[in-house]
């Protein structure tokens, strides 16, 4: 079952039916003011920090589900309603959500009355701007009354859920002209403010929650609204909100815009007031001036579309799979530059509050987004690198608002130094910026400390060789990738976190083929960097660990049908055929065959067959096999996860591409595309109900095949999927690779293709290639004509700056 259609054309997501599965959201902002909105309206904005800048407040895990957002009322005389259905949920006679690239609309039609709203960050704009349209489509007169509505959090959003004898007793606001500021705190330690306008004189207002609302009532019946009069209520303490009252008369076929400014101001300390406790305004009048009419709206966002434009216009495919295409030139593009702004911070999953940035992760999501807009996947990568210690150790995660590392989280995750080869390499393939790698980048942030960015590679890439176990194999540390394979902790203590107890390591054999795996491939990105800048000593240095480590993998690393996952505390194996549960694990045959290890020795196509065989099923390959049944306490989180979920034998999908990459490795493009289509949302919008969260953008799990309910998906955007998928089916299926001298071209498809076309912009040229595949190949390029040249190999010369070429490719 479908709860709306792809609008391709506009780029947009359409939603028919507010009762969704599970609220269907869309972001907005993506620099430094952000909203999340869910398809009825719910949802809360932030600057930069969703935890330590939180705007608007926000319930988690509420019932009913989705509570607290920016919600339009409208008094009609005859009904109350909303028109995203919620929270009023009265029956609406016509509803539409529209997701966008970083705009919604909500529209709901009741009672000849149509109501759309429009939500969107404009471009370097710290506020979100809201228009509400609304049209008159009877012959009759009508009398509106409108109340908006939003919460005010105070402003840390941990502190904002827990420290009530406090917070019920600092709320305060001001009101002035048709704007309500919020300047909780504003008079002591901050030096920010956020406020709430409307692009009307307003005939009434309401800041105190409980006088808006009636202290027992829900947000689905404020008091106010039912009784069509606002109270003019001034917040002291207690929930501070901002509802502005506005009347509207509307003549047969009339039509009235509003427009609402929500937005965030910074003042310098010493130009904090205009007078004695009354706020400095002058920067949020400046920016509500910029949206005092609908016209300005209007080109606002129009501007946004046009950015939107140039980012997709770097990549896109034409194949014969509309659903492919809408993938790659839409949302996945798009789903990547969400997780580039958010890591896995703040979604309808994550609260904001418990996560920042990961070092792991904002590293490999560089992947997916580094070709959008290089100069801040620049940034990101310096800010990544200052996080990190002179052993090439790091924090696992820092806040996104100070770029402090958190201690909070805790380090000790083996597998985070090598990322940064991945992200570091993936930019200056893409940009050819060489710099970057001579960039003073501190240690632990400690001004002086600074060594260059290459330095910061050299001791990621040695942090492996520094920790080797008793095999030749990399320590895992507290865990590799997989978080929830905790082979040092031992934990008895239900009121101990899996991720921050003592990482008990002291003489522990726990060490990971994941690692080694990694260690393989991004050691050879990392061998050809060095020798493309000339220093050969150094490529020869790191080649003999790689070498080392491919040996160990073949010798330790080998089970006979497939690669081993790791060695336990006591040196056990994991991932075996000696294990009675966990006997095979896809990340250690994804990274292995990723590497190619064993290629000619036939391990690659063994390793993949047994993943198909074991591991495979209807909505995508789980994790593990067979999962795990009991707590085993030398294993740790992995195995407290019921069987079927998360890293428990849970379709992960963030690994499902390793596996898609090892196919092309091996030049099953059948197969690649066989999986690749398993867990991509747009082909699995058919079974929205059972798959629950949006068809538009991939979710880190879907259920695997041992859980209660397999196929059901949770914890949607936020995920390294984003990334990788866009990865494997741009660079590894479509095989458009950037590397240091050129495009490289290596597609690996499904032989029933008969070709595919690709627009890539690649350091400013435009290349317009062409891929035909008559005989029905899986892999190998027979030859390569560029602008009717052939050409030796398979790498696209560069073309100088604002050139454009015409390539066609045989296979
Ligand atoms: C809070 C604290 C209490 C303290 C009081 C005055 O109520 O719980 O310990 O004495 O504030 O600061
Ligand atoms: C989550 C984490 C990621 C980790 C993965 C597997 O997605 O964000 O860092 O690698 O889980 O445990």
Same mark, same amino acid.
């Given at each position: 079952?479908?709860?709306?259609?792809?609008?391709?054309?506009?780029?947009?997501?359409?939603?028919?039916?507010?009762?969704?599965?599970?609220?269907?959201?869309?972001?907005?902002?993506?620099?430094?003011?952000?909203?999340?909105?869910?398809?009825?309206?719910?949802?809360?904005?932030?600057?930069?920090?969703?935890?330590?800048?939180?705007?608007?407040?926000?319930?988690?895990?509420?019932?009913?589900?989705?509570?607290?957002?920016?919600?339009?009322?409208?008094?009609?005389?005859?009904?109350?309603?909303?028109?995203?259905?919620?929270?009023?949920?009265?029956?609406?006679?016509?509803?539409?959500?529209?997701?966008?690239?970083?705009?919604?609309? %909500?529209?709901?039609?009741?009672?000849?009355?149509?109501?759309?709203?429009?939500?969107?960050?404009?471009?370097?704009?710290?506020?979100?701007?809201?228009?509400?349209?609304?049209?008159?489509?009877?012959?009759?007169?009508?009398?509106?009354?409108?109340?908006?509505?939003?919460?005010?959090?105070?402003?840390?959003? =941990?502190?904002?859920?827990?420290?009530?004898?406090?917070?019920?007793?600092?709320?305060?606001?001001?009101?002035?002209?048709?704007?309500?500021?919020?300047?909780?705190?504003?008079?002591?330690?901050?030096?920010?403010? =956020?406020?709430?306008?409307?692009?009307?004189?307003?005939?009434?207002?309401?800041?105190?929650?409980?006088?808006?609302?009636?202290?027992?009532?829900?947000?689905?019946?404020?008091?106010?609204?039912?009784?069509?009069?606002?109270?003019?209520?001034?917040?002291?303490?207690?929930?501070?909100?901002?509802?502005?009252?506005?009347?509207?008369?509307?003549?047969?076929?009339?039509?009235?815009?509003?427009?609402?400014?929500?937005?965030?101001?910074?003042?310098?300390?010493?130009?904090?007031?205009?007078?004695?406790?009354?706020?400095?305004?002058?920067?949020?009048?400046?920016?509500?001036? $910029?949206?005092?009419?609908?016209?300005?709206?209007?080109?606002?966002?129009?501007?946004?579309?046009?950015?939107?434009?140039?980012?997709?216009?770097?990549?896109?495919?034409?194949?014969?799979?509309?659903?492919?295409?809408?993938?790659?030139?839409?949302?996945?593009?798009?789903?990547?530059? %969400?997780?580039?702004?958010?890591?896995?911070?703040?979604?309808?999953?994550?609260?904001?509050?418990?996560?920042?940035?990961?070092?792991?992760?904002?590293?490999?999501?560089?992947?997916?987004?580094?070709?959008?807009?290089?100069?801040?996947?620049?940034?990101?990568?310096?800010?990544?690198?200052?996080?990190?210690?002179?052993?090439?150790?790091?924090?696992?995660?820092?806040?996104?608002?100070?770029?402090?590392?958190?201690?909070?989280?805790?380090?000790?995750?083996?597998?985070?130094?090598?990322?940064?080869?991945?992200?570091?390499? =993936?930019?200056?393939?893409?940009?050819?910026?060489?710099?970057?790698?001579?960039?003073?980048?501190?240690? !632990?942030?400690?001004?002086?400390?600074?060594?260059?960015?290459?330095?910061?590679?050299?001791?990621?890439?040695?942090?492996?060789?520094?920790?080797?176990?008793?095999?030749?194999?990399?320590?895992?540390?507290?865990?590799?990738?997989?978080?929830?394979?905790?082979?040092?902790?031992?934990?008895?203590?239900?009121?101990?976190?899996?991720?921050?107890?003592?990482?008990?390591?002291?003489?522990?054999?726990?060490?990971?083929?994941?690692?080694?795996?990694?260690?393989?491939?991004?050691?050879?990105?990392?061998?050809?960097?060095?020798?493309?800048?000339?220093?050969?000593?150094?490529?020869?240095?790191?080649?003999?660990?790689?070498?080392?480590? @491919?040996?160990?993998?073949?010798?330790?690393?080998? !089970?006979?049908?497939?690669? %081993?996952?790791?060695?336990?505390?006591?040196?056990?194996?994991?991932?075996?055929?000696?294990?009675?549960?966990?006997?095979?694990?896809?990340?250690?045959?994804?990274?292995?065959?990723?590497?190619?290890?064993?290629?000619?020795?036939?391990?690659?196509?063994?390793?993949?067959?047994?993943?198909?065989?074991?591991?495979?099923?209807?909505?995508?390959?789980?994790?593990?096999?067979?999962?795990?049944?009991?707590?085993? %306490?030398?294993?740790?989180?992995?195995?407290?996860?019921?069987?079927?979920?998360?890293?428990?034998?849970?379709?992960?999908?963030?690994?499902?591409?390793?596996?898609?990459?090892?196919?092309?490795?091996?030049?099953?493009?059948?197969?690649?595309?066989?999986?690749? $289509?398993?867990?991509?949302?747009?082909?699995?919008?058919?079974?929205?109900?059972?798959?629950?969260?949006?068809?538009? @953008?991939?979710?880190?799990?879907?259920?695997?095949?041992?859980?209660?309910?397999?196929?059901?998906?949770?914890?949607?955007?936020?995920?390294?999927?984003?990334?990788?998928?866009?990865? =494997?089916?741009?660079?590894?299926?479509?095989?458009?690779?950037?590397?240091?001298?050129?495009?490289?071209?290596?597609?690996?498809?499904?032989?029933?293709?008969?070709?595919?076309? @690709?627009?890539?912009?690649? $350091?400013?040229?435009?290349?317009?290639?062409?891929?035909?595949?008559?005989?029905?190949?899986?892999?190998?390029?027979?030859?390569?004509?560029?602008?009717?040249?052939?050409?030796?190999?398979?790498?696209?010369?560069?073309?100088?700056?604002?050139?454009?070429?015409?390539?066609?490719?045989?296979?």
């Amino acid at each position: 079952m479908k709860y709306g259609h792809f609008d391709d054309n506009r780029r947009e997501y359409v939603i028919t039916n507010p009762r969704t599965p599970w609220p269907w959201i869309n972001y907005l902002g993506n620099e430094d003011f952000f909203s999340l909105v869910s398809n009825t309206g719910g949802g809360y904005s932030f600057y930069k920090d969703a935890k330590f800048r939180r705007i608007t407040r926000y319930r988690y895990n509420n019932v009913p589900m989705d509570s607290g957002g920016k919600y339009f009322y409208i008094n009609d005389g005859e009904s109350v309603w909303s028109p995203g259905w919620k929270p009023c949920k009265t029956e609406l006679d016509s509803y539409e959500c529209r997701h966008g690239m970083n705009y919604s609309t %909500i529209k709901g039609v009741k009672n000849g009355v149509e109501a759309e709203a429009l939500y969107f960050v404009p471009l370097k704009t710290w506020a979100e701007v809201q228009k509400l349209t609304l049209r008159n489509t009877t012959n009759e007169v009508k009398k509106l009354k409108i109340f908006s509505f939003v919460e005010w959090c105070l402003w840390n959003a =941990a502190t904002d859920m827990e420290n009530f004898q406090r917070n019920f007793s600092t709320g305060e606001v001001e009101i002035e002209d048709s704007v309500i500021y919020h300047k909780t705190e504003y008079k002591e330690r901050r030096d920010h403010f =956020a406020y709430y306008s409307v692009n009307e004189p307003m005939q009434g207002f309401d800041t105190d929650r409980e006088t808006f609302f009636g202290l027992y009532n829900g947000f689905d019946e404020p008091q106010t609204v039912l009784e069509g009069a606002p109270r003019n209520s001034e917040a002291h303490g207690w929930s501070p909100i901002a509802s502005h009252y506005v009347e509207v008369t509307l003549q047969p076929g009339e039509s009235k815009d509003l427009v609402y400014v929500l937005g965030y101001v910074e003042n310098a300390q010493d130009d904090k007031w205009e007078s004695k406790n009354i706020i400095n305004k002058t920067k949020a009048k400046a920016t509500i001036a $910029r949206f005092d009419t609908a016209e300005k709206v209007d080109v606002a966002l129009e501007e946004l579309k046009a950015y939107w434009d140039k980012l997709l216009n770097v990549f896109t495919v034409k194949t014969s799979e509309e659903k492919l295409d809408r993938m790659v030139n839409i949302w996945n593009q798009y789903q990547c530059m %969400i997780t580039f702004c958010f890591s896995r911070s703040a979604s309808f999953f994550e609260s904001g509050i418990g996560r920042g940035m990961g070092f792991r992760d904002s590293n490999q999501d560089l992947v997916g987004f580094v070709h959008q807009i290089p100069e801040r996947a620049r940034e990101r990568i310096i800010d990544i690198a200052s996080t990190q210690f002179p052993d090439g150790g790091c924090y696992h995660q820092y806040q996104p608002l100070t770029k402090k590392g958190n201690n909070e989280i805790g380090q000790g995750f083996n597998d985070d130094p090598m990322w940064l080869i991945l992200g570091t390499t =993936a930019y200056i393939k893409e940009s050819g910026d060489f710099t970057i790698l001579d960039e003073p980048v501190p240690f !632990d942030n400690e001004a002086g400390s600074e060594v260059s960015l290459f330095h910061h590679l050299t001791v990621s890439f040695d942090h492996v060789v520094n920790n080797l176990g008793p095999l030749g194999l990399p320590l895992s540390g507290r865990a590799d990738w997989n978080d929830c394979l905790n082979l040092n902790c031992f934990s008895n203590d239900p009121n101990e976190s899996f991720q921050t107890t003592e990482n008990k390591s002291e003489g522990s054999q726990a060490q990971s083929l994941m690692i080694a795996g990694l260690f393989v491939v991004y050691g050879r990105d990392y061998v050809e960097l060095c020798k493309t800048i000339g220093n050969f000593a150094e490529a020869e240095r790191a080649q003999k660990h790689i070498d080392a480590m @491919v040996e160990a993998i073949k010798l330790n690393g080998w !089970d006979g049908d497939w690669f %081993i996952r790791a060695y336990d505390y006591f040196g056990n194996k994991i991932g075996s055929k000696e294990n009675e549960e966990g006997k095979i694990f896809i990340e250690s045959n994804g990274w292995c065959t990723m590497a190619g290890i064993g290629l000619e020795e036939g391990m690659v196509a063994k390793a993949l067959d047994s993943v198909k065989e074991r591991l495979d099923c209807e909505h995508g390959i789980v994790l593990n096999n067979p999962p795990f049944t009991k707590y085993y %306490i030398e294993y740790g989180e992995i195995s407290s996860y019921p069987p079927g979920y998360k890293e428990n034998a849970g379709i992960f999908c963030h690994n499902n591409p390793w596996i898609i990459i090892g196919e092309t490795v091996q030049g099953r493009g059948d197969r690649a595309w066989e999986y690749f $289509r398993k867990i991509c949302p747009s082909y699995t919008e058919e079974i929205s109900e059972l798959h629950k969260v949006e068809p538009y @953008v991939y979710a880190q799990m879907i259920a695997g095949k041992d859980a209660f309910k397999p196929g059901e998906a949770k914890n949607s955007w936020l995920t390294g999927t984003a990334a990788w998928n866009y990865y =494997a089916i741009t660079q590894y299926i479509l095989g458009i690779q950037p590397t240091y001298t050129g495009l490289r071209i290596e597609p690996c498809i499904a032989p029933e293709w008969k070709g595919f076309q @690709v627009t890539r912009k690649f $350091r400013g040229a435009t290349y317009e290639i062409e891929v035909r595949n008559p005989n029905g190949a899986m892999k190998g390029v027979s030859s390569i004509l560029v602008d009717g040249k052939r050409i030796e190999g398979n790498i696209i010369p560069l073309m100088p700056a604002g050139a454009s070429c015409k390539v066609e490719v045989l296979m």
